[in-house]
T-cell receptor
Framework: AQSVTQPDIHITVSEGASLELRCNYSYGATPYLFWYVQSPGQGLQLLLKYFSGDTLVQGIKGFEAEFKRSQSSFNLRKPSVHWSDAAEYFCAVGPNQAGTALIFGKGTTLSVSS | GAVVSQHPSRVICKSGTSVKIECRSLDFQATTMFWYRQFPKQSLMLMATSNEGSKATYEQGVEKDKFLINHASLTLSTLTVTSAHPEDSSFYIC????????????FGPGTRLTVT
């Protein structure tokens, strides 16, 4: 079955510290992988995506993610967290096929302490 | 980048009434639109997939007679919640895809529905 697992429900990081949010997926074919961020009461903003090529992907707001096929993982990282990064983060997977919906993980809530 | 709008952003309606939510792709043609529902502190759950000019495909457990979806043009899809009940209160998010080789979905800002 196709699924996305985000093992950490809630993470608290000190401002200025590094961050890694975990994402594992189960998918039969070559997946397209995404990370989205959602602030309270808001829609989703795309942070970055992986389709093919370089397995280290750079996104907006200083985020990056690394696709590791052998581990079926697509972890999100940021070297120095800012208080404004506090939000809900969703990992998603989709097929390399147009017209097919994404499958989302349950999300990780990031809190940033001062 | 591609922009998707939703209207209204927030709506309160009385139990038993119907409410329509619009999803528009502002600067591209969306061959496919998706409707998701998000409960508080939960992930997005796909409700239905709609392709322009054809009937929507609903996910298992989603009542198609209650959640009417119309995708009349390449830039507009509507979700109508009929005979709304308090349990229909939720955050509804649409996304739109233009298709292509490296397709991507663009998400709307969401609509907060509260049924009293």
């Amino acid at each position: 079955a196709q699924s996305v697992t985000q093992p950490d429900i809630h993470i608290t990081v000190s401002e200025g510290a590094s961050l890694e949010l975990r994402c594992n997926y189960s998918y039969g074919a070559t997946p397209y992988l995404f990370w989205y961020v959602q602030s309270p009461g808001q829609g989703l903003q795309l942070l970055l995506k992986y389709f093919s090529g370089d397995t280290l992907v750079q996104g907006i707001k200083g985020f990056e993610a690394e696709f590791k096929r052998s581990q079926s993982s697509f972890n999100l990282r940021k070297p120095s967290v800012h208080w404004s990064d506090a939000a809900e983060y969703f990992c998603a997977v989709g097929p390399n096929q147009a017209g097919t919906a994404l499958i989302f993980g349950k999300g990780t809530t990031l809190s940033v302490s001062s | 980048g591609a922009v998707v709008s939703q209207h209204p952003s927030r709506v309160i309606c009385k139990s038993g009434t119907s409410v329509k939510i619009e999803c528009r792709s502002l600067d591209f043609q969306a061959t496919t639109m998706f409707w998701y529902r998000q409960f508080p502190k939960q992930s997005l759950m796909l409700m239905a997939t709609s392709n322009e000019g054809s009937k929507a495909t609903y996910e298992q457990g989603v009542e198609k007679d209650k959640f009417l979806i119309n995708h009349a043009s390449l830039t507009l899809s509507t979700l109508t919640v009929t005979s709304a009940h308090p349990e229909d209160s939720s955050f509804y998010i649409c996304s739109a895809s233009s298709g292509g080789v490296n397709y991507e979905q663009y998400f709307g800002p969401g609509t907060r529905l509260t049924v009293t």
